[in-house]
Nanobody, 128 residues
């Protein structure tokens, strides 16, 4: 059974940094389309970033571009999201997701249907 387990969330002040991790089991992320999503209370889930299979490209939402970096370590079968210069608007539950989509246009955080497997989420709270 595929499992994705996020960790690394917490509470920080604005301008601070956090690094989220997502450990996968029963699933090889090296060849997968991977993504990070977030959901704030009262808001719809939104895509944050995605990374193509075999690290062949990344995409970011405009709201996080230049501040967040998505990466993966295939030897650890883990996905990461480095978040710098955090803002109160970044407060949300962050989820990692995985899918088997190889097409560049569909391996995209804006296409949530491309992701078949989801983690349980980790809370990030940014105070002003």
């Amino acid at each position: 059974q595929v499992q994705l387990v996020e960790s690394g969330g917490g509470s920080v002040q604005a301008g601070g940094s956090l690094r989220l991790s997502c450990a996968a089991s029963e699933y090889s992320i090296a060849s997968a389309c991977m993504g990070w999503f977030r959901q704030s209370p009262g808001k719809e889930r939104e895509g944050v970033a995605s990374i193509m299979p075999y690290n062949s490209g990344t995409k970011y939402a405009d709201s996080v571009k230049g501040r967040f970096t998505i990466s993966r370590d295939n030897t650890k079968n883990s996905l990461y999201l480095q978040m710098n210069d955090l803002k109160p608007d970044d407060t949300a539950i962050y989820y990692c997701a995985a899918g088997d989509q190889w097409r560049n246009d569909l391996c995209n955080f804006a296409v949530s249907s491309s992701f078949n497997y989801w983690g349980q989420g980790t809370q990030v709270t940014v105070s002003s």
